[in-house]
């Protein structure tokens, strides 16, 4: 009996606490003492010792089994879609990329937990995850299944985003058409679009009682869900890193509501899964008076582990692509950017990360084989600094650049996605080609495969010896 015991206890080490239904299996072999006994010692140690596995916050620094946690890693949002199994997905294209990526030392990926709304409205990814209120497409689903379960092969984590500000993946502004049987004021490229008009509706999704039900349903759902693949709940996974509220949500003129939604919903994340970090997804204090953003103010909650912030210097009217003289300028206004939201993490006591920036081909081109001399200069100069800023203890803790597409190639270069494209970094409603890091793009991959191995390294550098 002591031996079965034992056997049984080191079972559920490694099994965790869903070792319990084995355990009161053997109930009957063990006796009322030992299953006591096995109670005590097989699961409540595991539990203990599970925690190291899952990214934790301490002070200005990720830590991943009790070593400091740094990463130069992507934003790869299509990866779900490639998981789909059949005609719609690719799952081979997608264990190549993520082989890829992984031989250039990229092992944090940025990726999208939803897409919402009918697959015959423009300007977004198909086929959806969510195509009516609480419908799910299994299929997508599973295809979500698919990636975590590869990602988990290879030791990747995985930042999950759970809704969008913007209607490329429905969003938002789903949720508010479905609560209010509303049509979606759609922005550019729509003809006759406003970008003013689009953030003014989606913008009311937060004093929007309803449609944000609709969002909690679907966080509930996620959390809770069992990958059909590896058998495990995705709030018990620690290839996930950490769930986020949304991709660059933006409070428009809704600052008061805006923060709360902010902290409500946090708060329920923070309810139905302790083991996962939780971030906004925002872009910080960003260059556009529209996005009524404050760093300090969104991001400051006690239920938001870590801070984002974004940089766009085409977006943002700091550098043209027609005009390579404006990149020194584009690199002044990041490095200040940068240093003032490092300052800003610093004071908050929480890890920063620039989860995403990018820069068009020279010229704005948007072919495979054209140069990109200048974004290859942004890209190494914006990695450099921080990894300086990283090197002593600081609060930079990673990045993500916007967007990986490997082997993924545009229909038509510069034309918008349809369906039956190839899906790559840039989302349906922008140029395909426009920030896209081609497999093809070796010196782009060159300086990506540099950075990440210095990041990686400091990964395993006692952070003691920098401070």
């Known amino acids: 009996m002591k031996e ?14 869903k070792s319990l239904n084995l355990a009161l299996c ?10 006591t006994l096995l109670l005590i010692t097989g699961m409540l140690n595991p539990v203990q010792g599970q925690e190291d596995d899952f990214i934790q916050v301490e002070g200005l620094q990720f830590k991943l089994k009790g070593r400091p946690y740094y990463f130069l890693g992507a934003n790869f949002w299509y990866g779900m879609n490639l998981g789909v199994s059949g005609a719609e997905g690719d799952r081979e294209r997608l264990t190549r990329e993520l082989d890829r990526l992984e031989s250039l030392g990229v092992k944090n990926l940025r990726v999208m937990g939803a897409s919402e709304g009918p697959d015959s409205a423009p ?4 086929p959806s995850l969510q195509s009516a209120p609480g419908q799910y497409e299994q299929q997508v689903l599973e295809g979500l299944d698919f990636l975590l379960a590869e990602m988990k092969k290879r030791q990747m984590h995985a930042v999950i985003c759970l809704t969008n500000f913007w209607d490329w993946s429905g969003g938002m502004s789903q949720y508010i058409s479905w609560a209010n049987e509303e049509t979606i004021p759609y922005h550019p490229p729509e003809e006759g679009g406003s970008w ?3 953030q003014r509706f989606t913008s009311s999704f937060y004093r929007n009682k309803k449609a944000q039900q609709l969002f909690e349903d679907h966080i509930r759902f996620l959390i809770s869900r069992v990958n059909s693949i590896t058998g495990q709940a995705y709030k018990d996974d620690p290839t996930i890193m950490a769930w986020q509220l949304a991709n660059e949500p933006r409070s428009f003129v809704n600052g008061r509501t805006f923060r709360k939604w902010i902290e409500k919903t946090a708060s329920l994340i923070k309810r139905l899964d302790p083991n996962h970090l939780v971030s906004l997804g925002g872009e910080g204090d960003a260059d556009n008076f529209f996005a009524g953003a404050s760093f300090r103010k969104d991001q400051g909650s006690k239920n938001i582990d870590y801070l984002t912030m974004h940089i766009w210097v085409q977006n943002w009217n700091w550098y043209d692509p027609k005009k390579p003289e404006t990149l020194d300028r584009a690199l002044k206004e990041a490095r200040s950017y940068i240093a003032d939201h490092i300052a800003m993490a610093k004071n908050m006591g929480k890890p920063v990360v620039l989860e995403e920036f990018g820069m068009a081909r020279d010229k704005e081109l948007y072919e495979p084989g054209t ?6 200069r942004y890209y190494r100069e914006v990695f450099q600094q921080l990894f300086d800023l990283s090197q002593h203890g600081g609060p930079v803790a990673g990045c993500n650049f916007w967007a990986w597409s490997g082997e993924g190639r545009p229909r038509i270069p510069g034309a918008y996605w349809r369906g039956g494209d190839d899906l790559i970094g840039d989302p349906p409603h922008e140029k395909q080609g426009w920030y896209s890091v081609y497999d093809t793009d070796t010196s782009t991959l060159e300086v990506i495969r540099r950075y990440a191995e210095k990041f990686n390294q400091l990964s395993k550098t006692d952070q003691k010896q920098h401070e």
Do not use: Q
């Not at 079965?4 to 606490?17: P, Q």
């Not at 300007?123 to 198909?126: D, F, L, P």
């Not at 140069?371 to 290859?376: G, L, M, N």
């Open 4 to 17: 079965s015991l034992m056997r049984l206890t080191n079972y559920c080490r490694k099994n965790d606490l």
């Open 26 to 35: 053997c109930h009957h072999m063990i006796g009322r003492l030992s299953l």
């Open 123 to 126: 300007w977004r990814v198909k």
């Open 196 to 198: 003013m008009r689009y």
């Open 371 to 376: 140069s990109t001399e200048s974004r290859d």
